[in-house]
């Protein structure tokens, strides 16, 4: 329940905190182009027949509504959320919005949608300093790529190191693929098992691989299979296995990666296969 109540409260005061920030973007302006010295009224939440708050300053009436559903700026001679016709029936008169020249109602009618958009490239500010944006590097691919079987086809190997494309190094491992397949390569060296090797890619790769109709990608990261921890009933700790094992091979055949055990573990049933590396 109280984690309920804190939930809501979080909710409630960021969107306080946005509402308030949207109609800064009508206020401001408005008061800048002395619409009759500024709004009528400023309000958080709307205050259909009453408001929680209210008080004047300055000829603007602040408050705070009690039907959180957003909020508004009444501006002299602008409907807007306080849907106030009655304005409109008299002459205009010279301080009212809709007596101010075509640029400066741009302005105040475009100023919440304006604070939205710096605000949302504010907060996105935020969070790529604090969190930043993280790249693997290539050179940090310790157990080398994983394939997809085309890739396999084109003669990559699982575990094999990517050094350059057509002689350029990619800092970041997540351009690999797309140096690869889509800005005609034709030739990639990496490095197996200590032993550099030249990969040659057919002019109509794109092609290629489209027809195979992929579900897996092209490459990916390689990791070891380690076993980490087990469901309740797992077949694997019943055989054996232990947390901190790492599984090489089946049958005798190396199998270092997860997805070499999810392609060949569903034909060896009843099978005495792994090789564990303790």
Known sequence: MTETLIKAAQFFLSLSFLIVLHELGHFIPAK?????????????????????????????????????LGGYVKISGMIDESMDTEQLSAEP?????????????????????????????GIYAMILFTWGGQVLKT???????????????????NGDKILTVDGVYFENFADLPEAILISGAKNVLVERRGIKTNIAIPKDIVA???????ETGFIGVAFPYFAKEFDDGSVAEAA???????????NGEEALYFTDYVKRLPSLIDQKVFSIKK
């Open 32 to 68: 800048l182009f002395k619409t009759r010295g500024g709004v009528e009224k400023f309000y958080l939440f709307f205050d259909p027949y009453f408001s929680l708050f209210k008080k004047k300053i300055g000829g603007t009436e602040y408050g705070i509504g009690w039907l959180p």
């Open 240 to 250: 054996g296995v232990k947390v901190g094992d790492q599984l090489i091979a089946l």
């Open 208 to 214: 290629q691989f489209i027809e195979t109709k992929s």
């Open 139 to 157: 050179e940090n691919v310790k157990y080398g790529i994983e394939c997809s079987e085309f890739a396999k086809e084109m003669g990559f190997q």
């Open 93 to 121: 008169q010279p301080w009212e919005f809709r007596s101010k020249p075509a640029w400066q109602r741009l302005i105040i009618m475009l100023g919440g949608v304006t604070v939205n958009l710096f605000l949302a490239m």
